[in-house]
Nanobody, 123 residues
């Protein structure tokens, strides 16, 4: 069974940066794609960024393009999300997820999820 564990969240001021990590453990980990989602209080979980595990293809939510960068280290089974120029509206619990299908913005396509890490951006 695959386990995903996020880290790197915290409190940061507007304009600041954070780097989230998601470490995978368990049986041989070879997803087709992974993604970051986030969920703010009272809102639905939303797609933030996705990456194919093999290759360089990525996809981003429009509001984070140019500010967030998703990457992975396949040798360490670790996913990253570099977040720059953070805004108060980025405040949410951030989750990493893995899928055996191609990346998609739909939560239902992802079979493995981490427990989440809180990101709070103060104004």
């Amino acid at each position: 069974q695959v386990q995903l564990v996020e880290s790197g969240g915290g409190l940061v001021q507007t304009g600041g940066s954070l780097r989230l990590s998601c470490a995978a453990s368990g049986r041989t980990f070879r997803p087709y794609a992974m993604a970051w989602f986030r969920q703010a209080p009272g809102k639905e979980r939303e797609f933030v960024a996705g990456i194919r595990w093999i290759g360089t293809s990525t996809i981003y939510k429009d509001s984070v393009k140019g500010r967030f960068t998703i990457s992975r280290d396949a040798t360490k089974s670790t996913l990253f999300l570099q977040m720059n120029s953070l805004k108060p509206e980025d405040t949410a619990v951030y989750y990493c997820a893995a899928t055996s299908a191609d990346f998609t913005m739909s939560t239902t396509a992802y079979s493995n999820w981490g427990q989440g890490t809180q990101v709070t951006v103060s104004s």
